[in-house]
């Protein structure tokens, strides 16, 4: 069983940045395939980034250049640096580990807003 917790969000201006955090425990992390997902009020909620076990990225268009997915698997953590944050970004940010089983984390909101 895996538990994922992040951390990192928080309230931005428009052009701002934030970087989120996700640390998981009682697995083994390096197997995983590592992905954010947000929810906005209303929306359903979307893969934004994911990271394979084998350091592979993809991102949806929304945000490619902008976002950055990264791991640290001596660290068990997973990471997404957001540059350029714009207010269509405002949601929860919820960290995912997947390989066969899928775990989620409690989220994180992030609320880009002048």
């Known amino acids: 069983q895996v538990q994922l917790v992040e951390s990192g969000g928080g309230l931005v201006e428009p052009g701002g940045s934030l970087r989120l955090s996700c640390t998981a425990s009682?697995?083994?992390?390096?197997?995983?395939?590592m992905s954010w997902y947000r929810q906005a009020p209303g929306k359903q909620r979307e893969l934004v980034a994911v990271i394979t076990n084998r350091g592979s990225t993809n991102y949806i268009d929304s945000v490619k250049g902008r976002f950055t997915i990264s791991r640290d698997n001596a660290k068990n953590s997973v990471y997404l640096q957001m540059n350029n944050l714009k207010p269509e970004d405002t949601a929860v940010y919820y960290c995912?580990?997947?390989?066969?089983?899928?775990?989620w984390g409690p989220g994180t909101q992030v609320t880009v807003s002048s």
């Open positions: 009682g697995g083994a992390f390096n197997i995983y395939h």
């Open positions: 995912n580990a997947d390989y066969g089983s899928e775990y």
